[in-house]
DNA sequence: ATCCTCCCCTAC
DNA sequence: TAAGGTAGGGGAGGAT
């Protein structure tokens, strides 16, 4: 086991947690549904925002219907099913345009460096700590009993709440009543042993343990309902044991095939486990366990049949399912992907809607004041649902309400549990329990702690309707996370005369309460930092407000490490130095110049001006974001044996980057590759199950040949990086690659920036890849999870990524490219082609098999290069040189070395332009051979470069 | 000076 | 068993 290092705790107690989850097709379309539903509830400003947001209310199409269906079987069992189901009944007029529009917004212009200087000799480490341990800072403590301006109280009884609750939509109305019913809880029926089962159903596939009498027995005993046939659409899981009789990629889309255990199971816990981990897959013939199966599988993976073709180089097993698989489970990556979304969300709507058209309607709120004598005061809030995935749990759980409760994946059997805790009740926090602590520390604190799952489904929702909630407040929004943003309030209280914010406060979070189940706590202040800090004294369930008056009194008494900025690192260097120190007012001692050298210049100087109350929010705050950079890392449950299977991965992480360029439609100019490898003496067998341990962390960066969101492009690059860093595979504990100096991708049809460079000489469309065939069923399914709206070009990656992948060799049949218009005065009219193919022509463009270097005859230098050039066309074409010319020029392009292969095609061109440097059948050649380059270009990234046609400005050609 | 690479830290 | 992601701010020290 390896132990924290003795040395130095250096890693923070993970405060850390995330999840999965993507938006779907299927979320859009539910989202924008609900956007328009709640856009319903305010009449006055309803034309208004219709039109802002190009709601047009356009009629559904077959695809969206099927992407409802989906929904209806991804979401959250009994909330969304009803919500879709009433959603059918009304007008339900749904926009792709504004779903477009989501999507579109994410492009901007971007980029500049941002990594900071020079290189270390030493590589970081990572120390794998116990967890939460170390940071006693966030203590819940007795907030519990802190000032609130009470909740319940001063509700909202306004007329506008009844009002709106009168004309609102079927669809939140249904959902009140429905989370009223589960808050409620019902009690089990006569001759039910409880309803653990209910609104849930269930089909039996074939032989089961236990067999299907017994299963029906247990359904129907804990409030489940047996099916005796499966009725698509209204049985939930089909229950069956092994898939002898099952194609699971035959599966029609949504029906669930999982394991009887998981009846088994959640009877035992006393309540519906979530399916993912009882889903029958084809795996299930070799291996148990989700990871096991993984490993098991690639090492003795037969099954995907290496396809030795042409293109040797290219990893061919990409199994995308290990990620995939992973992510499923990540909290980390589901809050982490959440949060994007949000400020994607966001910038959306901002991007798109006028900003004087608030959409909300607060006059109730206000009061009629006859002279505006109160001081100007920004009130900034901050909103913050309180212990998140707990509260989401508790709304189906009422019999947990009130006890020390937390979500994690470990069912709470064993006490030694290294699973993490996402999120613990207030109950638990009492205990001092922490998020991100262990389950086994956590244990220690507080035994009576009860475990609940995770249901990454409702979060998903549920930070969907606090976003679209709180966007109609005001648009001066900052989103930080699933859970939590800011909000400038300051003009919408002046605009009604709102004097109080709390009200407004209260307002809000009465409507998120209602419409999501959840409590959510409010900070006001002058400042984000101010309201921000308020927040935690508002928790839970509460509202707090620090008006500008009394900052300095407020701030004194915060703790430091409370302080945003201020982690477990920074507070140990403060209180090494200044021995214990713990409040803002202690620190406001301190000169400035006694910070600088301890935390730095920039971190120093804000510390100095939020210790005092004093710091404002940094311009731009208020403001769309540029992204910065776009990552993937897996740094859990890699063992590996063989190259191969870093090779995997490394490809599976490039498509998964590739995907989410695409989806902010960004090209990278630079990765950068992280590798975690097991430290000398860290024990092989880590304390966490399959985690990564402690690390020695390598990172290597390499600038892009050119802006890519290749796949294959970053593929490659990665590889050499990996082969730099060269760590024993057996030694690897994680793998995280970051793609950087982002620019944006807005070359329309473009769906790779090959272009970028060239300036289309004509206005031919370049790009034939992209718009390809239509989609099927699987495609569909895969939707689902990749989550790419209508990105055919970017479902069609992903599913090669599942296949054996045919490395389909860039120059097959693709013989000179027929792409009509290619033509131009360079090439030979059609008619005085030679009806035989000339004597050089390569029978094949297979025969033009790839080098593993651009080099031709031996050489790689330029000049070099360009010798060989001179010497090879001065003579007549024979079959050899044309393929060795072409090899070298597919070669160059398939590394990428695109600049390049720019720069030898002008040399090529050139040369073949007069008869004094080449034999004139070399002309026609040598176009062949650039338009077969162009052909791998246009495989590898996406599109052609028009190596011909870009440079035909050149007037090169041939007048002899 | 400013940029770049390889870090470290923080936050959810 | 367990699912330790991901983005941004920032700094040290070498290269330019
Ligand atoms: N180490 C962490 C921290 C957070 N989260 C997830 C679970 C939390 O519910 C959610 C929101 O994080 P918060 O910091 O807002 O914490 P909570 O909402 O749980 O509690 P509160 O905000 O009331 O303090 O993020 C996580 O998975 N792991
Ligand atoms: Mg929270």
Not at 368 to 374: I, L, M
Not at 414 to 427: G, H, R
Not at 792 to 801: A, C, I
Request: net charge negative; with cysteine.
């Amino acid at each position: 086991m390896d132990k924290p290092g003795p040395s130095k705790p250096k890693l923070e107690p993970p405060d850390c947690l995330p999840s999965t989850s993507k938006i779907t097709d299927a979320d859009r379309e539910f989202w924008d549904n609900l956007v328009e539903f709640v856009s319903d509830e305010e009449e006055i400003t309803l034309d208004r925002l219709l039109e802002d947001s190009d709601f047009s209310g356009n009629e559904q199409d077959v695809e969206d219907r099927d992407v409802e269906l989906q929904l209806h079987n991804f979401a959250a069992p009994e909330i969304v099913v009803d919500s879709i189901e009433e959603q059918e009944a009304p007008p339900e007029t749904v926009n792709d345009a504004l779903s477009r529009l989501l999507n579109e917004f994410k492009r901007a212009p971007i980029s500049e460096a941002e990594g900071p200087p020079a290189k270390k000799a030493s590589i970081g480490r990572i120390f794998d700590e116990g967890n939460a341990d170390a940071d006693p800072i966030r203590v819940p403590e007795n907030r519990l009993v802190r000032a609130k301006v009470g909740t319940a109280t001063e509700k909202a009884p306004d007329p506008h709440d009844i009002a709106a609750a009168q004309t609102f939509g079927g669809y939140m109305a249904l959902k009140k009543a429905k989370l009223r019913h589960q808050v409620n809880g019902e009690e089990p029926h006569d001759g039910l042993t409880s309803n653990i089962f209910s609104g849930i159903s269930v089909f039996v596939n074939g032989y089961t343990e236990p067999p299907a009498l017994i299963i029906r027995e247990l359904m129907t005993v804990h409030g489940g309902e047996y099916h005796c046939y499966y009725e698509h659409g209204r049985t939930t899981y089909v229950i069956a044991s092994s898939l002898a009789s099952v194609k699971v990629d035959k599966l029609r889309q949504g029906e669930i095939f999982i394991k009887p255990e998981w009846i088994t199971d959640s009877i035992a816990r006393g309540y519906a486990l979530p399916h993912i981990d009882y889903v029958v897959n084809e795996k299930d013939r070799y291996a148990k366990g989700t990871l096991q199966r993984f490993f098991a599988q690639s090492k003795e993976d037969k099954e995907k049949p290496k396809n030795p073709a042409p293109n040797r180089d290219t990893v061919d097993a990409r199994d995308p399912d290990f990620i995939f698989q992973y992510y499923a489970r990540s909290r980390l990556h589901l809050i982490s992907t959440l949060a994007q979304d949000m400020k994607d969300f966001v910038a959306d709507l901002k991007s798109r809607r006028s900003p004087e058209s608030e959409t909300i309607d607060l006059r109730d709120l206000g009061r009629f004041v006859t002279s505006e004598r109160r001081p100007k005061e920004d009130f900034i809030f901050h909103v913050d649902l309180d212990c998140f995935f707990v509260s989401v749990a508790l709304r189906s759980r009422p019999e947990c309400r009130g006890k020390p409760v937390a979500i994690t994946h470990s069912k709470g059997v064993v006490s030694n549990s290294m699973s993490e805790i996402a999120s613990c009740s207030y109950e638990a926090r009492a205990c001092g329990v922490k998020n991100g602590m262990l389950v086994k520390d956590a244990l220690e604190q507080c035994s009576r702690l009860v475990f609940l799952p995770y249901q990454f489904e409702d979060y998903t929702e549920v930070s969907k309707i606090i976003y679209t909630i709180l966007s109609r407040y005001t648009l001066d929004l900052r989103a930080v996370s699933c859970d939590e943003m800011y909000l400038n309030c300051t003009e919408l209280c002046r605009k009604f005369s709102i004097t109080d914010p709390k009200k407004l406060a209260e307002h809000m979070r009465t409507e998120i309460r209602e419409k999501t189940g959840c409590p959510a706590s409010v900070g006001i202040g002058p400042t984000s930092l101010i309201a921000r800090l308020a927040t935690r004294r508002a928790k839970p369930d509460g509202v707090y407000w620090v008006p500008k008056l009394n900052i300095a009194d407020f701030i004194a008494k915060e703790k430091i490490r409370d302080i945003p900025g201020i982690g477990y690192q920074s507070l140990d260097k403060i209180k090494s130095f200044f021995g214990d120190t713990e409040r803002c007012s202690e620190l406001q001692a301190h000169s400035l110049e006694t910070l600088e050298p301890l935390l730095g210049k920039k971190v120093a100087q804000k510390l100095y001006n939020q210790c005092r109350g004093i710091e404002e929010d940094p311009p731009g705050f208020w403001e769309i974001q540029q992204r910065k950079s776009v990552s993937c890392d897996i740094n859990y449950g890699i063992r590996f044996t063989e190259q191969k299977e870093a090779m995997q991965l490394l490809s599976g992480i490039g498509f998964e980057l590739e995907r989410k360029l695409n989806r902010c439609k960004m090209l990278a100019g630079n990765v950068t590759l992280k590798l975690l490898v097991r430290s000398a003496d860290a024990p092989v067998q880590t304390a966490k199950f399959m985690g990564h341990g402690r690390c020695d962390a390598h990172t290597k960066s390499a600038v892009l040949p050119m802006s890519t969101n290749n796949a294959k492009l970053i593929i490659t690059e990665i590889v050499k990086l990996y082969n730099k860093i060269a760590p024993l595979v057996e030694d690897l504990r994680g793998v995280g690659v970051q793609c950087s100096k982002l620019k944006s991708a807005d070359r329309q049809a473009m769906s790779s920036a090959v272009a970028e460079m060239f300036k289309p000489t004509s206005q031919r469309k370049p790009l034939q890849l992209a718009g390809r065939p239509k989609k099927d069923e699987e495609r569909k399914r895969k939707r689902h999870f990749y989550g790419e709206d209508g990105d055919e070009d970017m479902l069609m990656r992903m599913e090669d990524f599942n296949r054996p992948h045919k490395t389909s060799p860039p120059l097959k049949n693709r013989h000179i490219c027929e792409h009509e218009g290619m033509r131009n005065r360079l090439e030979p009219p059609r008619s005085n082609q030679p009806l035989a193919p000339p004597a050089w022509m390569p029978k094949c463009t297979k025969d033009i098999a790839f080098g593993s270097q651009s080099s031709l005859n031996g050489v790689t230098d330029d000049e070099g290069i360009e010798a060989e050039f001179e010497k090879i066309l001065i003579e007549e074409p024979t079959r050899e040189s044309v393929v060795l010319v072409a090899r070298f020029f597919c070669t160059t392009a398939r590394l990428g070395n695109l600049q390049s292969l720019t720069n030898h095609s002008r040399t090529l061109l050139s040369l073949v332009g007069h008869r004094r440097t080449s034999h004139a059948a070399w002309f026609q050649a040598a176009h062949l051979i650039l338009n077969e380059a162009d052909a791998v270009c246009a495989e590898y990234y996406g599109a052609p470069m028009m190596l011909v046609d870009s440079l035909e400005h050149l007037n090169f050609g041939r007048y002899d």
